[in-house]
């Protein structure tokens, strides 16, 4: 009975926090899923749009295509609204500009491209909204497109704006005066110089702009999607891919810094596996199946691939090739349809034979539709980088020192007891029911982030964390039921049942602590391997160098050693083989110890945590 109260208080919690993160996730702004539709997540009709005492007033209806256009968002009678989300849209609806600043109550999102979309940054109450958009060298007929949310209840979805139209702006530089070069003494040649070199020496390895086919019209004429974020609009990509249809072909184009191969995969979801990829190489382009967390399989295409050309400009790899809007290939169940449908796109690039990618890999964070303009935003791996870390809180900042406390410190506090029972036992099981805790709750959180297990032999054999971590999951869940039905202390069973539990405990602690080290080769979360490695090892020196010192002080003061849990079922130390009348100052050292131990954990804990989430 009291094990499944413990339970379902564990699970009251942790449904605590989940409710509280739904609940106040959108008070800060409208969630990128809602791009296309503009619409709250609230499962509530929207109010009708003829009956809103919002508008959408704009400062032209002609505006330059270098130039801006100011928008304001409000009523007449100052009503006040809670949340609102704003874009600007041309005749065949696809998202056009960006919003330079966001304003005092707004915050940019990216929903096809950079600064494209505004939300609110808070729930407050606000009377208007005040913005400038920029064309971006667009030209033709837009909209602005505002949704109004007054309440949780009442909102007002799409208003428009007039029609605006974007007319061809000057683009050409100013003349730069001649007269400046020639005033300056014909002497001082050398001096200007250094600044240039300075210039060179700071600009890192993929700054500076890239001349490629793939970078021409992203955003505008064409969709991108490429490395790091944002890279489209300045040509920094280490690897993208662009996309178009024409007619009744999609037109494919991409690019990678260096040579080997770049692929995109089109997938029903972010993950690996069920996906038509197309790879692009020296040697042209060809279609294979990606059945899952292994090597792709060339495939039997029905897509009409068909190579447009290929090159290698300054040690770079750019291919052109097109295929049918329809995709199809026996090897896989997907049957693509980029005319009805919205898919992921999966992207990598790698040197020699196509395989299970490493880090080289990025992937949609939305389905995206593949007929309609824009750029991509990269998705996000938060839900498992929170799993790294619930688990290095468990088993490096709990199970660590719940070890130390249940082997050593037995009587270190003499005749002190919490709720009926000794302070060390309470705490040993205080750290172990929260790494317990926090171990259900990194389960469901990489549960969540990849919909189960999904590993091929092939991924387990280059990195087993899948396999280590569930084992120590399995263990940490018979730990609390071994301890539950643990036998008196002097039964028969009482010494089986310490052999079994400290087996179990040990692999469980050995086993866990491999799978943290495990991850920093996992490609999912690129953890800066180096850094997070020295900690782990740090922490091991000092997890082992205080067993050292206090068995060594054991030894020195010929104590007996006593069983993992010698108490009673109300705490009392019946069995113990020492004297209970230990002095205090012999006990000082333990205590000195136990105290380091726990703040050099905490550092351990703080800093891995970091350099994952970062």
Same mark, same amino acid.
């Given at each position: 009975m009291f094990v499944r109260m413990k339970y379902n208080a564990a699970l009251l919690i942790l449904s605590v926090l989940l409710? =509280?993160? /739904? +609940? =106040?996730?959108?008070s800060s702004g409208a969630p990128t899923s809602q791009c296309g539709s503009l619409t709250p997540g609230h499962d509530l009709a929207p109010l009708d749009n003829s009956m809103s005492p919002f508008n959408v007033q704009i400062g032209a209806t002609t505006v330059s295509s270098d130039g801006s256009l100011s928008i304001k968002i409000g009523s007449? =009678? &100052? @009503?006040?609204?809670?949340?609102?989300? +704003? @874009?600007?849209? *041309?005749?065949? *609806? &696809?998202?056009?500009? /960006?919003?330079? &600043?966001?304003?005092t109550s707004g915050r940019h999102i990216q929903c096809s491209h950079k @600064?494209?979309?505004?939300?609110? @940054?808070s729930s407050e109450d606000k009377t208007s909204v005040e913005l400038t958009w920029s064309p971006a060298k667009f030209t033709g007929k837009i909209k602005v497109l505002a949704t109004v949310a007054v309440d949780y209840s009442h909102y007002y979805v799409k208003l428009e704006s007039d029609l605006v139209t974007v007319e061809q702006g000057d683009s050409s530089p100013e003349p730069e005066p001649e007269s400046e070069p020639e005033s300056e003494p014909e002497a001082e040649p050398e001096a200007e /110089? !250094?600044? !240039?070199? !300075?210039a060179e020496a700071e600009s890192e390895p993929g700054s500076q702009a890239l001349s490629s086919p793939v970078f021409d019209g992203c955003g505008q004429d064409k969709s991108c999607f490429g490395e790091p974020a944002g890279c489209e609009s300045k040509s920094t990509c280490d690897y993208i891919f662009s996309w178009v249809r024409k007619g009744d072909k999609m037109v494919w184009e991409g690019f990678r810094r260096g040579s080997g191969y770049v692929a995109v995969g089109i997938s029903e979801d972010p993950k690996m596996g069920n996906d038509v990829v197309f790879l692009c190489n020296q040697d042209g382009v060809a279609e294979y199946a990606n059945l899952g967390k292994s090597a792709p399989k060339p495939a039997t295409s029905t897509g009409g691939v068909n190579l447009i050309s290929t090159e290698n400009k300054d040690g770079n790899l750019y291919c052109k090739f097109e295929s049918d809007l329809k995709l199809d290939s026996s090897e896989v169940e997907l049957k693509a349809n980029t005319e009805e449908r919205d898919y992921h796109l999966l992207i990598a690039q790698g040197d020699g034979k196509l395989s299970y990618h490493g880090k080289n890999r990025i992937f949609s964070g939305e389905p995206l539709s593949l007929t309609v303009i824009g750029i991509a935003g990269a998705g996000s791996n938060l839900l498992l980088r929170l799993h790294g870390v619930c688990m290095i809180a468990a088993w490096i900042g709990c199970v660590g020192t719940g070890i130390i406390m249940a082997r050593y410190f037995k009587q270190a506090f003499p005749g002190k007891k919490v709720g009926g029972k000794d302070l060390w036992f309470q705490a040993h099981r205080s750290l172990m029911m929260m790494a317990v805790l926090l171990t259900v709750v990194g389960l469901i959180l990489v549960l969540v982030y990849t919909g189960g297990w999904h590993y091929s032999a092939e991924f387990i054999r280059k990195n087993p964390h899948p396999v280590t971590g569930l084992v120590t999951i399995i263990l940490a869940f018979i730990q609390p039921i071994m301890a539950f039905f643990r036998p008196h202390p002097g039964t028969t069973f009482r010494g089986i049942f310490n052999i079994f539990h400290w087996s179990f405990g040990s692999a469980a602690f050995s086993l866990g602590v491999t799978s943290i080290f495990l991850s920093a080769y996992l490609s999912a979360v690129q953890i800066p391997a180096v850094g997070y490695v020295v900690c782990l090892v740090l922490y091991i020196i000092g997890y082992v160098a205080v067993h050292l010192t206090l068995s060594l002080k054991d030894m020195c003061q010929n104590k007996a050693p006593t069983e993992v849990h010698p108490m009673t079922t109300n705490g009392k130390m019946t069995d113990m083989t020492e004297s209970d009348d230990? =002095? !205090?100052? /012999?006990?000082?050292?333990?205590?000195?110890l136990l105290l380091v131990f726990i703040v050099f954990s905490f550092v351990i804990v703080f800093a891995t945590s970091i350099?994952?989430?970062v």
């Amino acid at each position: 009975m009291f094990v499944r109260m413990k339970y379902n208080a564990a699970l009251l919690i942790l449904s605590v926090l989940l409710q =509280s993160y /739904s +609940v =106040s996730g959108f008070s800060s702004g409208a969630p990128t899923s809602q791009c296309g539709s503009l619409t709250p997540g609230h499962d509530l009709a929207p109010l009708d749009n003829s009956m809103s005492p919002f508008n959408v007033q704009i400062g032209a209806t002609t505006v330059s295509s270098d130039g801006s256009l100011s928008i304001k968002i409000g009523s007449p =009678s &100052n @009503q006040a609204f809670k949340g609102f989300m +704003v @874009q600007v849209r *041309d005749d065949a *609806d &696809n998202i056009i500009g /960006s919003f330079p &600043n966001p304003g005092t109550s707004g915050r940019h999102i990216q929903c096809s491209h950079k @600064q494209d979309t505004v939300t609110h @940054q808070s729930s407050e109450d606000k009377t208007s909204v005040e913005l400038t958009w920029s064309p971006a060298k667009f030209t033709g007929k837009i909209k602005v497109l505002a949704t109004v949310a007054v309440d949780y209840s009442h909102y007002y979805v799409k208003l428009e704006s007039d029609l605006v139209t974007v007319e061809q702006g000057d683009s050409s530089p100013e003349p730069e005066p001649e007269s400046e070069p020639e005033s300056e003494p014909e002497a001082e040649p050398e001096a200007e /110089s !250094e600044p !240039e070199a !300075e210039a060179e020496a700071e600009s890192e390895p993929g700054s500076q702009a890239l001349s490629s086919p793939v970078f021409d019209g992203c955003g505008q004429d064409k969709s991108c999607f490429g490395e790091p974020a944002g890279c489209e609009s300045k040509s920094t990509c280490d690897y993208i891919f662009s996309w178009v249809r024409k007619g009744d072909k999609m037109v494919w184009e991409g690019f990678r810094r260096g040579s080997g191969y770049v692929a995109v995969g089109i997938s029903e979801d972010p993950k690996m596996g069920n996906d038509v990829v197309f790879l692009c190489n020296q040697d042209g382009v060809a279609e294979y199946a990606n059945l899952g967390k292994s090597a792709p399989k060339p495939a039997t295409s029905t897509g009409g691939v068909n190579l447009i050309s290929t090159e290698n400009k300054d040690g770079n790899l750019y291919c052109k090739f097109e295929s049918d809007l329809k995709l199809d290939s026996s090897e896989v169940e997907l049957k693509a349809n980029t005319e009805e449908r919205d898919y992921h796109l999966l992207i990598a690039q790698g040197d020699g034979k196509l395989s299970y990618h490493g880090k080289n890999r990025i992937f949609s964070g939305e389905p995206l539709s593949l007929t309609v303009i824009g750029i991509a935003g990269a998705g996000s791996n938060l839900l498992l980088r929170l799993h790294g870390v619930c688990m290095i809180a468990a088993w490096i900042g709990c199970v660590g020192t719940g070890i130390i406390m249940a082997r050593y410190f037995k009587q270190a506090f003499p005749g002190k007891k919490v709720g009926g029972k000794d302070l060390w036992f309470q705490a040993h099981r205080s750290l172990m029911m929260m790494a317990v805790l926090l171990t259900v709750v990194g389960l469901i959180l990489v549960l969540v982030y990849t919909g189960g297990w999904h590993y091929s032999a092939e991924f387990i054999r280059k990195n087993p964390h899948p396999v280590t971590g569930l084992v120590t999951i399995i263990l940490a869940f018979i730990q609390p039921i071994m301890a539950f039905f643990r036998p008196h202390p002097g039964t028969t069973f009482r010494g089986i049942f310490n052999i079994f539990h400290w087996s179990f405990g040990s692999a469980a602690f050995s086993l866990g602590v491999t799978s943290i080290f495990l991850s920093a080769y996992l490609s999912a979360v690129q953890i800066p391997a180096v850094g997070y490695v020295v900690c782990l090892v740090l922490y091991i020196i000092g997890y082992v160098a205080v067993h050292l010192t206090l068995s060594l002080k054991d030894m020195c003061q010929n104590k007996a050693p006593t069983e993992v849990h010698p108490m009673t079922t109300n705490g009392k130390m019946t069995d113990m083989t020492e004297s209970d009348d230990v =002095s !205090e100052k /012999s006990w000082k050292l333990h205590r000195t110890l136990l105290l380091v131990f726990i703040v050099f954990s905490f550092v351990i804990v703080f800093a891995t945590s970091i350099l994952v989430l970062v």
